[in-house]
T-cell receptor, first 114, second 111 residues
Framework: DGGITQSPKYLFRKEGQNVTLSCEQN?????MYWYRQDPGQGLRLIYY???????QKGDIAEGYSVSREKKESFPLTVTSAQKNPTAFYLC?????????????FGEGSRLTVL | KQEVTQIPAALSVPEGENLVLNCSFT??????LQWFRQDPGKGLTSLLL?????REQTSGRLNASLDKSSGRSTLYIAASQPGDSATYLC??????????FGKGTRLHILP
């Protein structure tokens, strides 16, 4: 089935450690997005990529890094520089950067820093 | 910078009532606006997508309208049911492909 797969679903990390969240899509979508959601809040944009080998900062990029080496993959690394990393992370994708494609989401990854 | 606001933040209505959720945005230069539903602890499910050239979209009991010039959208839910209880979020896609979300409206339908 076509869709977006995020892994792991739950992740625990010690302070000072980097962690990488995986996002894979088989929808042949050009654009991919990473969002962060805190309890009772909406989604805040971390990074997005319109095409392979290119990505743009969102509103809260500090302490995060991404890569887009393949069209279907957009991993997010939460670095030790991120001051408050405990959150629910959501990956999304849409067709046709620069046009009006529908956005689809994965099931999310919940990161807890101990 | 695009800002998206959703009013009300929370809403409780008896089953069977019709209701309206509101979404406003500050920059009218958008490609589209999308409404989502989120159940607790889950990802987002797309409900309706309205292109910038459209005025409304309908799916079953849901109808979404878009007034781009005034920076407003509404989501109308007819004959509400307990299964409609969830958080509803709107998102706008700008010309730079940034997709910005509102904080959502938590809807509770009373049986």
């Amino acid at each position: 089935d076509g869709g977006i797969t995020q892994s792991p679903k739950y992740l625990f990390r010690k302070e000072g450690q980097n962690v990488t969240l995986s996002c894979e899509q088989n929808l042949n979508h050009d654009a991919m997005y990473w969002y962060r959601q805190d309890p009772g809040q909406g989604l805040r944009l971390i990074y997005y990529s319109q095409i392979v080998n290119d990505f743009q900062k969102g509103d809260i990029a500090e302490g995060y890094s991404v890569s887009r080496e393949k069209k279907e993959s957009f991993p997010l690394t939460v670095t030790s520089a991120q001051k408050n990393p405990t959150a629910f992370y959501l990956c999304a994708s849409s067709s046709h950067y620069g046009a009006s494609g529908e956005l689809f989401f994965g099931e999310g990854s919940r990161l807890t820093v101990l | 910078k695009q800002e998206v606001t959703q009013i009300p933040a929370a809403l409780s209505v008896p089953e069977g009532e019709n209701l309206v959720l509101n979404c406003s945005f500050t920059d009218s230069a958008i490609y589209n606006l999308q409404w989502f539903r989120q159940d607790p602890g889950k990802g987002l499910t797309s409900l309706l997508l309205i292109q910038s050239s459209q005025r409304e979209q309908t799916s079953g009991r849901l109808n979404a309208s878009l007034d781009k010039s005034s920076g407003r959208s509404t989501l109308y839910i007819a004959a509400s049911q307990p299964g409609d209880s969830a958080t509803y979020l709107c998102a706008v896609r700008g010309r730079d492909d940034k997709i910005i979300f509102g904080k959502g409206t938590r809807l509770h339908i009373l049986p």
